[in-house]
Each structure stands twice: as structure tokens, then as C-alpha cells.
């Protein structure tokens, strides 16, 4: 069974920080781009950053860039989001998906590029 399992969501206050964990079975993300999209109910996917297949390149939405990180540790097949200053707009769900072309030379910005997996994790930001 294919699963990309997302931790690490919860509520904070404005301010603070919180580490998604994004850890893959019965797939492998070697090979792969790798994002964390976010939605917000009413809202449309966003992707807030992706990573290249090697590690090469990140890409953040303008909102997120200087405050969120995304890193991939491929041997253990896993993708991180590290969040600092969050504010209350970052609240949405978020989920680590994968890229559904392998080896791509670019990383794509349109959710519709990835495959998700998961079931997304909650973050919540309060004022």
C-alpha cells in the first residue's frame, strides 16, 4: 500500500514554529521532487515548497519564503517542512506529495503535477 504519512501539525500561536514530517511507504521518493501543498477550506491547493529530485533547488510560495524550510533525507524516505513565524494565514491542512514525473529537471509550482497519498496534517495558527 502506497502512503505518504504526514505528523508534526498542531496549534500554535502566532510566532511560533512547528516541523511537518512527511515519511513514505511502499514508495520510494528517491528519485522524485517532493511538496508540501496546503489547502485551506474554500481555498485552492497552494504549494507552499518543493524540493528537486536532487536536492539541487527549493522553490517556496512568496508568502513562506525566509520563514519555511523544506529538506529530504532520501535513505530514510522522508520530507520535512520546518515553519518559523507563523501567522494565522498559514492555517490550512498540509500534505507532502509526490512529483508525478521522475527526475524532473525543474520543480513545478501546480499541484496538479504531484500525487498525494496522505491525509494532510493540521496546522493552526492563532492571533
Known amino acids: 500500500q502506497v502512503t505518504l504519512v504526514e505528523s508534526g501539525g498542531g496549534l500554535v500561536q502566532a510566532g511560533g514554529s512547528l516541523r511537518l514530517t512527511c515519511a513514505a511507504s511502499g514508495v520510494s521518493v528517491d528519485h522524485w521532487g517532493m511538496a508540501w501543498i496546503r489547502q485551506d477550506p474554500g481555498k485552492e491547493r497552494e504549494l507552499v515548497g518543493g524540493?528537486?529530485?536532487?536536492?539541487?533547488?527549493?522553490k517556496y510560495t512568496d508568502s513562506v519564503k525566509g520563514r519555511f524550510t523544506i529538506s529530504r533525507d532520501d535513505a530514510k524516505d522522508t520530507v520535512t517542512l520546518q515553519m518559523n513565524s507563523l501567522q494565522p494565514n498559514d492555517t490550512a491542512v498540509y500534505s507532502c506529495a509526490r512529483d508525478r514525473q521522475r527526475r524532473r529537471s525543474w520543480i513545478s509550482t501546480a499541484p496538479a503535477s504531484y500525487s498525494f497519498w496522505g491525509q494532510g496534517t493540521q496546522v493552526t495558527v492563532s492571533p
Open positions: 524540493i528537486k529530485w536532487d536536492s539541487g533547488s527549493t
